[in-house]
C-alpha cells in the first residue's frame, strides 16, 4: 500500500516524450498537479474531445475542473505569457481547473529575453537550440541572486530594489552586447499591471502540497523537457536550464522528498531531439521521415523539425537511475506500424569499446556508435486497441524487450494522441 498518493511523471529522454498527454490523463483521478520546473519554452500538447489543446507554463491538468494546478517554485514564469496562457485556456475550453503560482518562482523579464538571443547568436556554429525565451538567463539571475521572485512585488520597497538591479542589467546589455533595454518604468508598470491579475492565484507552494498530501489527497508533479537535458545529468552543454529530472521535486515545490512515492518515466518508443547535441542513435533516412510525419515530430512551439532516432535504452537506463524511475510509460506506439525492423540500441562503442552508459563529455557522447538489438516489425493499424492483448505479436515482443533491457516495468502504452487512446497495464496510484 502506498504512503502517500504521490506520482511523478517526468520525461526519460530528451523532452517531447507525451508528458503532457500522460499528465492529463492521470489528473482525471488527480486532486493536484503542479510543475515543478522550467518555463514557458516547454509546450504541452493535450488531444480530447477531438480538440487539440496547448500549455506552456501552466500545468496539464488544467482541462479537468477538479484538479488544482500549482506552478512550483522551481519554474521561472513570463508573467505576460502565463497571462496570454490564461486567457487562451479559458476560451478553449469550457471547464478549467484552478491555477496557482509560487510566490517564490522566479519572473522571466524582458531583459532576459533580450540577453538570451544575444547569447546564441553569439555562440555562432556553437549554438544550444536556445528557444530565446529567457530561460536560461532568468536561472542565471535566480543562482546570482539578482532575480525578482513573484512574491517580491508585493513589497512596498519593490520599485527601489528593482531599479538597482534593471540599472545593472541595462549596463550589461551595453557593454557586452551594446543593446539597449526597455524603458524601467514602462517594465515596472507592466509588472506590476501582471501583478495585479494573478495576485489572488499566488501561494506559498509548499505549504499547500504538504497539507494536501497529509490530507490523502492525490498530487501529480509534472516535469518538464527530459532527464537527457537535465543540467546536471543531461548532455552538457547541450541541455535545459534546470534540473527537470524527478531529483528535484523537492526543490522545485518546497516539499520533503520524503513525500514522493512513484516516479513514473515517459518514453517515446522510439527516440528524438531538438537542437544540437550527442545523438547515437540518429536515422538519416526515409525512415525517419516516415516517423517524423506520421509521429507529428515537430516543436510544439517552435515548430521545428526533431531529429528521429531509434529507442536508446542506454540512454533509458541512465534516466532511469538518475532520476529514480519506477516505471515507464510508451508513448506513441502507433507511429511504428509498418516499420519493416525496429531497433533498440542496448550498448555504445566508444572507442572501440564497449559501453552501457552515458559518457560526461559531449566529444565523446559525440564519438559513441550505437549498438543494436533489431527486431521484427508489425503493419496492423493499432490505433484503435484497447488492451495489451490485442496488440500485435510484435509490438508485445518490442515491449516485452524494452522491458527486459531496461529492467523496469512498462505500466502503459499510447496508441495515439487522444485521451481515449491510452492503455494501461497497471495502476499507478
Not at 543562482?143 to 530594489?161: N, W
Not at 508533479?221 to 546536471?232: N, P, R, S, V
Not at 510525419?293 to 531529429?307: I, L, M, Q, V
Request: aromatic share 8%; net charge neutral.
Amino acid at each position: 500500500m502506498n504512503k502517500h498518493n504521490t506520482l511523478v511523471v517526468v520525461g526519460a529522454q530528451w523532452g517531447d516524450e507525451g508528458k503532457g498527454k500522460i499528465t492529463d490523463y492521470f489528473s482525471q483521478t488527480t486532486n493536484l498537479v503542479v510543475r515543478f520546473s522550467g518555463g514557458d519554452n516547454a509546450g504541452h500538447q493535450i488531444h480530447f474531445n477531438g480538440k487539440k489543446h496547448k500549455v506552456r507554463i501552466t500545468p496539464s491538468g488544467i482541462f479537468n475542473k477538479n484538479v488544482v494546478n500549482i506552478i512550483g517554485n522551481g519554474c521561472v514564469v513570463n508573467l505576460e505569457q502565463l497571462i496570454e496562457e490564461i486567457e487562451l485556456v479559458k476560451k478553449t475550453s469550457p471547464e478549467i481547473g484552478t491555477l496557482l503560482v509560487s510566490n517564490r518562482a522566479q519572473i522571466v523579464l524582458p531583459y532576459h529575453m533580450q540577453i538570451d538571443a544575444a547569447q546564441e547568436e553569439e555562440r555562432g556554429e556553437q549554438k544550444i537550440g536556445t528557444t530565446k525565451r529567457g530561460i536560461g538567463p532568468a536561472y542565471q539571475d535566480k543562482v546570482s541572486r539578482s532575480g525578482i521572485r513573484i512574491g517580491d512585488l508585493a513589497d512596498p520597497d519593490f520599485k527601489a530594489k528593482f531599479l538597482k538591479i534593471y540599472t545593472h542589467q541595462q549596463k550589461l546589455l551595453k557593454a557586452m552586447y551594446n543593446i539597449e533595454i526597455n524603458d524601467f518604468e514602462k517594465t515596472h508598470s507592466n509588472l506590476i499591471k501582471c501583478y495585479d491579475y494573478i495576485k489572488d492565484y499566488v501561494v506559498d507552494c509548499g505549504e499547500y502540497i504538504e497539507s494536501a498530501i497529509k490530507e490523502g489527497k492525490k498530487v501529480l508533479f509534472e516535469g518538464a523537457q527530459g532527464a537527457m537535458l537535465d543540467i546536471d545529468h543531461g548532455t552538457y552543454p547541450f541541455v535545459t536550464s534546470s534540473n527537470c529530472s524527478a531529483s528535484n521535486v523537492a526543490t522545485g515545490t518546497g516539499i520533503s522528498f520524503k513525500y514522493i512515492d512513484t516516479v513514473l518515466g515517459v518514453v517515446k518508443a522510439y527516440s528524438t531531439r531538438v537542437g544540437a547535441g550527442g545523438f547515437p542513435t540518429e536515422l538519416v533516412n526515409e525512415i525517419r521521415d516516415g516517423i517524423r510525419e506520421r509521429g507529428n515530430e515537430y516543436g510544439a512551439n517552435t515548430k521545428r523539425p526533431r531529429r528521429v532516432g531509434w529507442l536508446d535504452a542506454v540512454a533509458l537506463k541512465y534516466a532511469i537511475r538518475t532520476s529514480g524511475i519506477d516505471k515507464i510509460f510508451i508513448t506513441l506506439l502507433d507511429v511504428l506500424s509498418g516499420v519493416d525492423e525496429i531497433k533498440i540500441c542496448n550498448k555504445y562503442l566508444l572507442n572501440d569499446r564497449e559501453i552501457q552508459t552515458v559518457p560526461p563529455t559531449t566529444g565523446e557522447y559525440e564519438k559513441c556508435i550505437a549498438q543494436y538489438l533489431t527486431l521484427p516489425g508489425w503493419t496492423e493499424d493499432i490505433t484503435q486497441i484497447s488492451s495489451f492483448d490485442q496488440l500485435p505479436q510484435n509490438a508485445k515482443n518490442y515491449l516485452k524487450m524494452i522491458e527486459k533491457v531496461c529492467e523496469v516495468d512498462i505500466i502503459g502504452f499510447s496508441v495515439g494522441p487522444d485521451r481515449k487512446q491510452t492503455v494501461t497495464l497497471q495502476e499507478v496510484f
